[in-house]
T-cell receptor
Framework: KQEVTQIPAALSVPEGENLVLNCSFT??????LQWFRQDPGKGLTSLLL?????REQTSGRLNASLDKSSGRSTLYIAASQPGDSATYLC????????????FGEGTQLTVNP | NAGVTQTPKFRILKIGQSMTLQCTQD?????MYWYRQDPGMGLKLIYY???????DKGEVPNGYNVSRSTTEDFPLRLELAAPSQTSVYFC?????????????FGSGTQLSVL
């Protein structure tokens, strides 16, 4: 059974700081890994998707990396802004689970002005 | 651009009542999903559908039913509401099973069963 863990559960940083969010998974046989952003009272928005054959993906100030062999992914946020405050979730799609995703519990990020 | 639309946004039910959570998408996606999210937890898959007329159970299907009569709509039915079903429910959709295919979410329905 795939298990996904995110550390830390909560993170508070001053504006402008670079930061890293961590995601680990127990089964390395994955199709892809997605990072989502969730704002209070809102749905999830997909930020980055890394396919199993890829090592990283970048979008603006966000960079996500994937190391399948070690079962780890990181989301790097450069020059953090108060608008980045949200909960960030990672989710993996296993090779044997069809279209289904397994989610981590999320990291609640607060960027202080 | 509507995307995935869920109604209602909030609902309070009494134990034993029934209700249907509505979900519709306008992206012509084949795959649709229902997830629930409990406080401080990740999302758990309730049911999913790979196309009109085809549904299957996810991790936590007990107490729920679904149908998929059209590509656009995927309603979730609670027949006998229980306090354990207090949660935030999210509907999602994707176009295909390609490895680069992203998941699109609705804004959620917050349900309380008292």
């Amino acid at each position: 059974k795939q298990e996904v863990t995110q550390i830390p559960a909560a993170l508070s940083v001053p504006e402008g700081e670079n930061l890293v969010l961590n995601c680990s998974f127990t089964d390395s046989a994955i199709y892809n890994l997605q990072w989502f952003r969730q704002d209070p009272g809102k749905g999830l928005t997909s930020l980055l998707l890394i396919q199993s054959s890829q090592r990283e993906q970048t979008s603006g100030r966000l960079n996500a990396s994937l190391d399948k062999s070690s079962g780890r992914s990181t989301l790097y946020i450069a020059a953090s802004q108060p608008g980045d405050s949200a909960t960030y979730l990672c989710a993996v799609r296993r090779e044997t689970s069809g279209s289904r995703l397994t989610f981590g519990e999320g990291t609640q990020l607060t960027v202080n002005p | 651009n509507a995307g995935v639309t869920q109604t209602p946004k909030f609902r309070i039910l009494k134990i034993g009542q029934s209700m249907t959570l509505q979900c519709t998408q306008d992206m012509n996606h084949n795959y649709m999903y229902w997830y629930r999210q409990d406080p401080g937890m990740g999302l758990k898959l309730i049911y999913y559908s790979v196309g009109a007329g085809i549904t299957d159970k996810g991790e936590v299907p007990n107490g729920y039913n679904v149908s998929r009569s059209t590509t656009e709509d995927f309603p979730l039915r609670l027949e006998l509401a229980a306090p354990s079903q207090t949660s935030v429910y999210f509907c999602a959709s994707s176009r295909s099973l390609a490895t680069n295919e992203k998941l699109f979410f609705g804004s959620g329905t917050q349900l309380s069963v008292l």
